[in-house]
């Protein structure tokens, strides 16, 4: 099957790979953003930055043929940012959280913690869409690899 720039396309799902690149490529962006606005310390920066170019390759080997491995690394990827942003959501939203050596105040500050939330759902919207997508083309896979049954 040919695009209609005279290239060979797969016959595998492709809305599916291109959402799953794209909302990788813009967990990337907001790591770069948020490390170029200078809201965290200057280390902390360095390795939002790592990340996102861990991460950009895996963006476009999903974009351009759905590679298992880059889906794979993908999904634990955005797990693990689950989990860090759990932890920190959960020990910044007053568990225990002091402000110069006495407790915070009743009235709640939410927006590090509407903040945080929203990057865990976009991690675990990332995963899903990722491991949804190994799941579907290991399923095409074993179709097109196991011969037509024929009638007993």
Same mark, same amino acid.
Not at 74 to 82: G, I, K, R, Y
Not at 108 to 115: C, H, L, M, Y
């Given at each position: 099957?040919?695009?209609?720039?005279?290239?060979?396309?797969s016959a595998g799902p492709?809305?599916?790979?291109?959402?799953?690149?794209?909302? !990788?490529?813009? +967990?990337?962006?907001?790591?770069v953003w948020l490390a170029?606005?200078?809201?965290?310390?200057?280390?902390?920066?360095?390795?939002?930055?790592?990340?996102?170019?861990?991460?950009?390759?895996?963006?476009?080997?999903?974009?351009?043929?759905?590679?298992?491995?880059?889906?794979? /690394?993908?999904?634990?990827?955005?797990?693990?940012?689950?989990?860090?942003?759990?932890? %920190? %959501?959960?020990?910044?939203?007053?568990? #225990?959280?002091?402000?110069?050596?006495?407790?915070?105040? +009743?009235?709640?500050? !939410?927006?590090?913690?509407? #903040?945080?939330?929203?990057?865990?759902?976009?991690?675990? !919207? !990332?995963?899903?869409?990722?491991?949804?997508?190994?799941?579907? %083309?290991?399923?095409?896979? /074993?179709?097109?690899? +196991?011969?037509?049954?024929? #009638?007993?």
């Amino acid at each position: 099957m040919n695009s209609t720039a005279g290239r060979r396309r797969s016959a595998g799902p492709v809305l599916h790979p291109r959402i799953c690149a794209a909302l !990788t490529a813009v +967990s990337c962006l907001v790591h770069v953003w948020l490390a170029a606005a200078g809201h965290h310390d200057a280390w902390l920066g360095v390795l939002m930055i790592a990340l996102a170019a861990v991460c950009v390759p895996c963006a476009v080997h999903i974009w351009r043929n759905s590679r298992v491995g880059a889906l794979h /690394q993908v999904t634990l990827a955005a797990l693990a940012m689950v989990a860090l942003h759990t932890v %920190l %959501l959960l020990g910044a939203g007053g568990g #225990g959280h002091h402000h110069g050596g006495v407790p915070a105040s +009743s009235a709640v500050d !939410t927006s590090g913690a509407a #903040g945080l939330l929203l990057v865990i759902c976009l991690e675990i !919207t !990332t995963a899903l869409l990722a491991a949804t997508l190994v799941a579907r %083309l290991r399923s095409r896979a /074993q179709r097109h690899a +196991s011969p037509p049954h024929v #009638g007993d």
